[in-house]
């Protein structure tokens, strides 16, 4: 990714793994706590992507009326850990 990066470009990674390996490589780490959700259009197009991807959900999703449904409902881990660089060339 770097190599594709322009002078100036950041490289994101979302989820990182090995977050030693890429400090060592330059990357700088951020993690952003708090309550974080999914916001469909609609709360029917959530109870329609709830029913085909997360049927554990739906009676839950269905029961809030909205179109924002938290990751914790979803059963998902949320996106909260990012890692990034700034490449300088």
């Given at each position: 990714m770097e190599r594709a990066c322009r002078p100036g470009g950041c490289v994101a990674i979302v989820w990182?793994?090995?977050?030693?390996?890429?400090?060592?490589?330059?990357?700088?780490?951020?993690?952003?706590?708090?309550?974080m959700s999914v916001d469909f259009a609609s709360h029917r197009e959530a109870v329609e992507l709830a029913e085909i991807f997360y049927p554990d959900a739906i009676?839950?999703?269905?029961?809030?009326g909205?179109?924002?449904?938290?990751?914790?409902?979803?059963?998902?881990?949320?996106?909260r850990d990012l890692a990034f660089k700034v490449i300088a060339r």
């Amino acid at each position: 990714m770097e190599r594709a990066c322009r002078p100036g470009g950041c490289v994101a990674i979302v989820w990182p793994n090995n977050i030693g390996w890429l400090a060592a490589h330059g990357y700088q780490y951020a993690s952003f706590a708090g309550p974080m959700s999914v916001d469909f259009a609609s709360h029917r197009e959530a109870v329609e992507l709830a029913e085909i991807f997360y049927p554990d959900a739906i009676g839950e999703v269905r029961r809030r009326g909205s179109s924002r449904v938290p990751y914790d409902v979803l059963g998902i881990n949320p996106p909260r850990d990012l890692a990034f660089k700034v490449i300088a060339r």
